[in-house]
C-alpha cells in the first residue's frame, strides 16, 4: 500500500465538507489505491458538529482513510499537507456587496496563505472554494513567497459542470459526450461560460443549439446558478460544489481526459491577453499534476467583450485588496516560470 498523503480542510464542519469528505475517503479525489490522513479545521465554536462528522467517518470503515485529527488552528492543521482545500469563508449576508465581502475574507486567507508556506509541504496543492474565490487565492498566493504561484487554484470546475450538464439536459446528450466548454473569468455573475470550442459528439455545440438561446439564456442561467439554488432550496450548493471540488484535485493530480480541457482559476501569465497577475479562469489541461492553459483559440469579438468584464472585476478586486499583496511577491507572479512543479509528492512528513 502507498504511503498516506495529508489532505487539510477548512470549513469542514460545513455542509459543502459533509458531502465532501466521504468522496475523497472512498478515494474519488486521488486513487482508489491512495491512502489518505484528514486534518480537519474548524473555528473552535463549530468543534463539537466536527467531531460527530470524525464520528461518522470513523464509523463507515473507509479502508483508505488512515486516520483523521481536529484542529481549531489554522497553522496546527496545515502541518504537512500535500493537498489544502480552502472551503471556510464568511458567507455573503442580505443587503452585503461584494466590495465588503472581501474586505472581511481576504485578510484571513492572506494569513492562510502564510501559514501554508511555512508548515504544509514544498509540493501543496491549494485549491480556494471560499468565494470570494479568485480573489481570496490571490491573497493566499502572493503571501507565500517561498511557493509557485502555480500551486494555488480557484474553483471554477462548478461552474464549468454546470455549462455541461444543462447543455447535455437541453440538446439531450450525455454530459460525458460533451467536450471543451470553458468557464473564462471569475466565480461570479461576469463569468463568461464559452461554448465557441466546445463539442457534442465531435461536433461544435454551437452548430447544435440556437445562437439566441446561447447569448439570451444559457450565460445568464450559468452566470446565476448558484442564486437560483439558493431560491430554491433555501440552501446553497452543497453536494455540487464537493462534486466539483473531487473533479478539479483529481484532473489536476491524475490529468484531464484525452481531447478535453477543463476550467481553472490560475495565476495569469498574459495568456489571451488577460492581465498577468489576477487569478483567472482558463481553459487548461492537466497532466503529470501540472497544469498548461490551451493555446491558440480563437476569440470572437463576443467573447473577447464578455472576457474583458470579468477581467475588469477581477483588476478591481485586486486594487481592493492591495494593501495585502506584499511587494516581494509581485515579480513571481508577473513572471510566471513556463517549468511548473512536477507533482511529486516530497516525503518529508515532518511535524514541526
Known amino acids: 500500500m502507498k504511503r498516506p498523503v495529508r489532505i487539510a480542510i477548512t470549513g469542514a464542519a460545513g455542509s459543502v465538507c459533509y458531502s465532501l469528505l466521504f468522496k475523497i475517503a472512498t478515494g474519488e479525489m486521488i486513487d482508489q489505491d ?8 474548524e473555528v473552535p465554536e463549530a468543534m463539537g458538529a466536527l467531531r460527530g462528522i470524525a464520528m461518522e467517518l470513523e464509523d463507515c470503515a473507509f479502508p483508505l482513510l488512515h486516520s483523521i485529527s481536529l484542529h481549531d488552528k489554522f497553522e496546527e492543521g496545515v502541518v504537512g499537507a500535500h493537498f489544502v482545500l480552502l472551503l471556510g469563508a464568511k458567507p455573503r449576508g442580505p443587503g452585503m456587496e461584494r466590495s465588503e465581502l472581501i474586505a472581511v475574507n481576504a485578510p484571513a486567507f492572506a494569513d492562510q496563505g502564510r501559514a501554508i508556506n511555512q508548515f504544509a509541504n514544498r509540493d501543496v496543492k491549494v485549491l480556494v472554494v471560499g468565494n470570494p474565490a479568485n480573489t481570496n ?3 493566499a498566493s502572493r503571501n507565500a513567497p517561498d511557493l509557485s504561484p502555480a500551486q494555488f487554484t480557484a474553483l471554477t470546475r462548478l461552474d464549468h459542470n454546470r455549462a455541461r450538464g444543462i447543455l447535455a439536459n437541453h440538446t439531450g446528450a450525455n454530459p460525458k ?9 471569475n466565480h461570479s455573475n461576469t463569468q463568461f461560460p464559452d461554448l465557441g470550442h466546445a463539442t457534442i459528439y465531435g461536433e461544435p455545440a454551437m452548430s447544435q443549439v440556437d445562437e439566441n438561446w446561447y447569448r439570451d439564456h444559457f450565460i445568464q442561467k450559468i452566470q446565476k446558478r448558484g442564486a437560483a439554488v439558493i431560491e430554491a432550496r433555501g440552501r446553497s450548493s452543497a453536494a455540487s460544489a464537493a462534486q466539483a471540488v473531487i473533479n478539479h484535485m483529481h484532473d489536476w493530480i491524475n490529468g484531464t481526459d484525452e481531447n478535453d480541457w477543463v476550467s481553472m ?13 489576477i487569478v483567472y479562469s482558463f481553459p487548461v489541461r492537466c497532466d503529470y499534476g501540472r497544469f498548461q492553459i490551451v493555446r491558440g483559440l480563437k476569440i470572437s469579438d463576443f467573447a473577447r467583450k464578455k472576457m474583458t468584464a470579468t477581467e475588469q472585476e477581477l483588476l478591481t478586486e485586486m486594487k481592493t485588496v492591495a494593501d495585502l499583496l506584499p511587494k516581494e511577491t509581485e515579480a513571481s507572479h508577473q513572471n510566471l516560470s513556463v517549468g511548473l512543479r512536477s507533482g511529486q509528492y516530497l516525503r518529508t512528513d515532518r511535524v514541526r
Open 34 to 41: 491512495q491512502p489518505v490522513i484528514l486534518q480537519l479545521i
Open 137 to 139: 487565492a490571490l491573497c
Open 177 to 185: 459526450d460533451i467536450r471543451r466548454v470553458t468557464i473564462w473569468g
Open 265 to 277: 482559476a490560475i495565476v495569469s501569465d498574459g495568456s489571451y491577453g488577460i492581465a498577468k497577475g
